[in-house]
């Protein structure tokens, strides 16, 4: 997106998108995208539905100065997720049931559906424990994500990356189904995975062909 404006209506859309959807309760997740040398966040503690597109808040990716109301709580760990992934274009926080499940039992998700291992990548690991808004929860949670586009915070929820919104947006969905086939298939004998490397192959070949659609439109 190159156009502040239409990037807070965006976010505004998506906030609603994840309360309709059970993603996230009350005023619990965030939500930003890039803007060139800026990032739209949702502000802190409002409740999704009653916020207006100019409630969105613009935050300098370099400076960490905000325009607006005040920004997410975890503002520091959408501005670091940029600078060190410069391929991602949209970030979601959630407390979605079945991902916060993983989170308290801080349980790795395997790769054991394919559309999991093509978005996601070949696992979903598992950040250590960390209070929200920290350094810390910044530093383990980057760590998480290396060579991911989600990972799970210990006890708190999961966090989903994308090149644009929707891709986050499918992530978390993704992600979400993933978790409860998971906890499901364990009562059933335990979740059988699949091969590692070529779980990591899926995901990169849906890496590429993404990117190559993307370049053709």
């Not at 739209?40 to 503690?45: C, E």
């Not at 790769?111 to 696992?123: C, S």
């Not at 350094?135 to 708190?156: D, E, P, S, W, Y």
């Not at 009562?187 to 990117?211: D, P, T």
Request: hydrophobic residues 40%; positive net charge; charged residues 25%.
């Amino acid at each position: 997106m190159s156009n502040l404006r239409e990037a807070q209506e965006a976010v505004r859309k998506m906030g609603l998108r994840l309360v309709e959807t059970g993603l996230v309760v009350g005023t619990w997740g965030n939500v930003s995208v890039r803007v060139g040398g800026h990032m739209v966040i949702t502000p802190t503690g409002a409740d999704y539905r009653g916020l207006t597109a100019e409630e969105m808040a613009v935050v300098d990716l370099a400076t960490g100065e905000w325009q607006g109301p005040k920004p997410s709580s975890e503002r520091s760990l959408h501005r670091s997720v940029y600078e060190e992934r410069p391929e991602i274009n949209a970030v979601i926080h959630t407390h979605a049931p079945n991902a916060s499940t993983l989170a308290a039992a801080r349980r790795e998700l395997p790769p054991i559906l394919d559309d999991v291992a093509q978005l996601l990548g070949p696992t979903v690991r598992v950040a250590d424990y960390a209070l929200p808004g920290t350094q810390k929860i910044v530093r383990v949670t980057l760590r998480a994500l290396r060579g991911r586009m989600a990972a799970f915070l210990a006890n708190h929820g999961a966090i989903c990356l994308g090149r644009s919104l929707d891709e986050a947006f499918l992530g978390c969905q993704v992600l979400e189904k993933g978790c409860k086939a998971f906890i499901e298939a364990e009562f059933l004998g335990g979740a059988k995975g699949i091969n590692r490397f070529e779980a990591w192959m899926m995901h990169q070949v849906f890496l590429r062909k993404y990117s190559r659609q993307g370049q053709k439109k």
